[in-house]
């Protein structure tokens, strides 16, 4: 999968404005890179032009993954010495892999932080007169730090929610009269559940926008629906990773993700598979990263006025969450937006398991309502996605709560 015939095109007709920029950028970065990062200089040679960049190896993870275990704790995607860099995070390991350790410099910790107030912000229609809640742990995960950076470069006033229960969350954005929501979307249906069992009714609270990463949700129909019933607010997506950056952002129309081609460079591959390069984070750069999201572009014009590709609908899933039911390759994304159209559902989990050689799943869900019968669920399901999925009610509190990426597969061992 590295070579141009197993890509789509990575840019807009029309946009050589655009790739000039973004090739003028990726020399400029590469030409320092080689010089003095060991993980780099090792793989790629030097790029003047386009078919130069077509045939440069892609990076993959398990890569990343492996340097750092072998040069131990950073690795040696290093630009520069170690005392240049000013920040530390790392990956959330959701995946069951080693997490990375990522460094940022004083320069690409700018970087993230303009792309949050220049794009992200700005598409939601956040202004310097919000009060952004931060409704996660602020540990080491990337989680919504840059974004936090963001608000504050934008000049909005940031309220951090760490170190918080969920009910002091929901009373901490009454208290201190939140007008924007940043968490993942489970989190926030979680919070409004939570506000629901205290007695507040958080549609009443002031919340005008919420902005949502670590999972597809904000780009669900039925799950942005659901967040925006609740807080009687618009919901927007946004895409990122800690070792990439932040990729994408969610526009006026609704319906799907932009991709800021202005400071990366993205590629498609044959099966889907999104591949990034970022242009603004050469301490610690990423070029042709496998980012194992799913992804179908649209490269028309968008209703908002973005010049950026678009990835319809948003991430469909991760390359290795899919699952195969009776020969259906299927997404949690895709069965998520039909269970959120039932209200009475709280939470869900796939349960997913290989018996007598035949791959098996159930939905466990859990719901408020006593009476509530899964047949309708199961028919809506199998209408929706050509194959019959078991859904069975388990007692409330069963399944597991996440501040930040949920996770909606368990695979059990047959």
Request: proline fraction near 4%; charge should be negative; charged fraction near 20%.
């Amino acid at each position: 999968m590295s070579s141009a015939t197993e890509r789509s095109a990575t840019s807009p007709p029309g946009s050589d404005e655009l790739r000039a920029l973004q090739l003028g950028k990726l020399r400029a970065g590469i030409t320092h890179v080689l010089a003095t990062n060991a993980f780099w200089r090792a793989r790629l040679g030097s790029v003047t032009g386009w078919d130069d960049f077509e045939h440069l190896p892609l990076t993959s993870k398990s890569e990343l993954v492996a340097d750092q275990a072998a040069h131990p704790p950073f690795g040696t995607n290093l630009t520069h010495p170690v005392d240049r860099y000013v920040r530390l995070h790392q990956t959330s390991g959701s995946s069951g892999d080693q997490p990375l350790r990522w460094l940022d410099t004083e320069e690409s910790w700018e970087w993230w932080e303009t792309i949050w107030a220049d794009h992200v912000y700005r598409a939601a229609g956040v202004s310097t007169s919000d009060r952004v809640f931060f409704a996660f742990s602020f540990g080491p995960f990337i989680g919504f730090w840059s974004a936090f950076g963001g608000a504050q470069r934008l000049g909005a006033l940031c309220l951090s929610g760490g170190a918080m229960t969920s009910e002091q969350r929901v009373r901490s954005m009454l208290d201190t009269g939140a007008t924007v929501l940043l968490s993942t979307p489970t989190y926030a249906l979680r919070l409004a559940g939570v506000a629901g069992e205290i007695g507040v009714d958080i549609s009443a609270a002031g919340i005008r926008r919420t902005i949502h990463a670590g999972e597809p949700g904000a780009s669900i129909p039925a799950t942005r629906a659901a967040i925006e019933a609740a807080y009687s607010a618009e919901s927007f997506d946004h895409t990122g990773m800690t070792e990439l950056g932040p990729t994408g952002f969610s526009c006026s129309a609704r319906d799907g993700v932009h991709l800021i081609e202005s400071e990366f460079i993205f590629e498609v591959a044959a099966d889907g598979e999104l591949i990034a390069t970022n242009l603004g984070r050469w301490g610690m750069p990423l070029i042709r990263y496998r980012t194992g999201d799913r992804v179908s572009v649209a490269t028309g014009p968008c209703s908002c006025g973005s010049p950026f590709m678009k990835i319809v609908g948003g991430i469909q899933g991760r390359v290795d969450d899919m699952f195969t039911v009776r020969g259906v390759n299927l997404y949690p994304s895709q069965v998520e937006d039909i269970v959120r159209r039932h209200r009475e559902v709280s939470e869900f989990v796939i349960e997913h398991r290989r018996e007598r050689e035949m791959d098996e799943v159930t939905l466990l869900i859990e719901t408020a309502v006593p009476s509530f019968s899964t047949d309708r669920l199961e028919m809506d399901l199998r209408q929706a996605l050509g194959v019959r999925l078991e859904c069975r009610v388990v007692a409330g509190g069963t399944l597991p709560r996440a501040e930040l990426k949920s996770k909606r597969i368990v695979r059990l061992s047959g």
